[in-house]
Protein backbone atom coordinates (compact mmCIF):
# COMPACT_ATOMS: atom_id res chain seq x y z
CA UNK A 1 0.00 0.00 0.00
CA UNK A 2 1.61 3.10 -0.84
CA UNK A 3 1.62 6.44 1.38
CA UNK A 4 -0.26 9.01 0.95
CA UNK A 5 1.27 12.72 0.96
CA UNK A 6 -0.37 15.19 2.74
CA UNK A 7 -0.82 18.06 0.66
CA UNK A 8 1.42 21.07 2.04
CA UNK A 9 -0.75 24.05 3.59
CA UNK A 10 -0.35 26.74 1.32
CA UNK A 11 0.93 29.99 3.36
CA UNK A 12 -2.15 32.35 2.00
CA UNK A 13 -4.76 29.35 2.93
CA UNK A 14 -3.15 29.39 6.95
CA UNK A 15 -2.86 33.24 7.24
CA UNK A 16 -5.82 34.75 5.11
CA UNK A 17 -8.34 32.32 6.56
CA UNK A 18 -9.86 35.21 8.81
CA UNK A 19 -9.51 38.07 6.36
CA UNK A 20 -10.97 38.94 3.35
CA UNK A 21 -8.51 37.98 -0.08
CA UNK A 22 -9.80 41.48 -1.51
CA UNK A 23 -6.97 43.78 -2.43
CA UNK A 24 -7.12 47.00 -0.47
CA UNK A 25 -8.84 49.41 -3.24
CA UNK A 26 -5.70 52.37 -4.50
CA UNK A 27 -6.05 55.63 -2.51
CA UNK A 28 -5.17 57.81 -6.04
CA UNK A 29 -7.95 55.39 -8.16
CA UNK A 30 -10.52 56.12 -5.70
CA UNK A 31 -10.47 59.60 -5.29
CA UNK A 32 -10.05 59.40 -9.30
CA UNK A 33 -6.51 61.53 -9.15
CA UNK A 34 -4.96 61.18 -12.41
CA UNK A 35 -1.31 62.56 -11.35
CA UNK A 36 0.63 62.05 -7.84
CA UNK A 37 1.57 65.65 -6.78
CA UNK A 38 5.07 65.52 -5.40
CA UNK A 39 3.89 68.66 -3.30
CA UNK A 40 0.86 67.05 -0.99
CA UNK A 41 3.16 66.19 1.36
CA UNK A 42 0.27 64.72 3.89
CA UNK A 43 -0.72 62.31 0.96
CA UNK A 44 3.55 61.11 0.54
CA UNK A 45 4.14 60.46 4.25
CA UNK A 46 1.35 57.70 3.77
CA UNK A 47 3.93 56.12 1.66
CA UNK A 48 6.75 56.83 3.63
CA UNK A 49 7.68 54.21 6.84
CA UNK A 50 9.33 55.44 9.83
CA UNK A 51 12.40 54.97 8.85
CA UNK A 52 12.00 57.27 5.48
CA UNK A 53 11.67 54.18 3.28
CA UNK A 54 8.72 54.12 0.25
CA UNK A 55 6.50 51.39 1.56
CA UNK A 56 5.46 48.28 -1.33
CA UNK A 57 2.47 48.05 -3.39
CA UNK A 58 1.46 45.51 -1.13
CA UNK A 59 1.41 47.13 1.75
CA UNK A 60 -0.90 50.40 0.28
CA UNK A 61 -2.49 49.16 -1.70
CA UNK A 62 -1.82 51.57 -4.71
CA UNK A 63 -2.06 49.97 -8.07
CA UNK A 64 1.31 49.71 -9.74
CA UNK A 65 0.83 53.24 -11.85
CA UNK A 66 0.01 55.34 -9.13
CA UNK A 67 3.02 53.48 -6.80
CA UNK A 68 5.52 54.56 -9.28
CA UNK A 69 4.20 58.16 -9.37
CA UNK A 70 4.00 58.05 -5.63
CA UNK A 71 7.98 57.10 -5.84
CA UNK A 72 8.93 59.70 -8.36
CA UNK A 73 6.88 62.10 -6.07
CA UNK A 74 8.95 61.12 -2.57
CA UNK A 75 12.37 61.24 -4.36
CA UNK A 76 11.59 64.91 -5.94
CA UNK A 77 10.00 65.87 -2.33
CA UNK A 78 13.58 64.65 -0.97
CA UNK A 79 15.50 66.28 -3.77
CA UNK A 80 13.24 69.84 -2.83
CA UNK A 81 13.95 69.00 1.05
CA UNK A 82 9.76 68.73 1.25
CA UNK A 83 10.87 65.30 2.94
CA UNK A 84 13.50 64.11 5.00
CA UNK A 85 15.79 61.15 3.43
CA UNK A 86 15.67 59.74 6.71
CA UNK A 87 13.69 59.68 10.12
CA UNK A 88 15.42 62.24 12.57
CA UNK A 89 15.46 59.38 15.23
CA UNK A 90 17.99 57.45 13.35
CA UNK A 91 21.17 58.39 14.18
CA UNK A 92 23.53 55.60 13.14
CA UNK A 93 22.87 52.31 12.47
CA UNK A 94 24.35 49.17 14.23
CA UNK A 95 26.94 48.29 11.89
CA UNK A 96 27.94 51.69 11.34
CA UNK A 97 28.72 51.63 14.83
CA UNK A 98 30.82 48.74 14.97
CA UNK A 99 32.83 49.62 12.12
CA UNK A 100 33.96 53.18 14.42
CA UNK A 101 34.69 50.81 16.84
CA UNK A 102 37.16 49.04 14.34
CA UNK A 103 38.88 52.17 13.32
CA UNK A 104 39.30 53.22 16.88
CA UNK A 105 40.76 49.99 17.86
CA UNK A 106 43.21 50.16 14.51
CA UNK A 107 44.67 53.51 15.44
CA UNK A 108 45.03 52.40 19.04
CA UNK A 109 47.07 49.34 17.86
CA UNK A 110 49.30 52.05 15.35
Not at 31 to 58: A, C, H, P, T
Amino acid sequence: MAKQRRRPVRRRDRKGAQTSSRRKPCPYCRDKVDQVDYKNISMLRRFISERGKIRSRRITGACRRHQSQVARAVKRARELALLPYVSEGAGGSERGDRDRGRDRDRDRDR
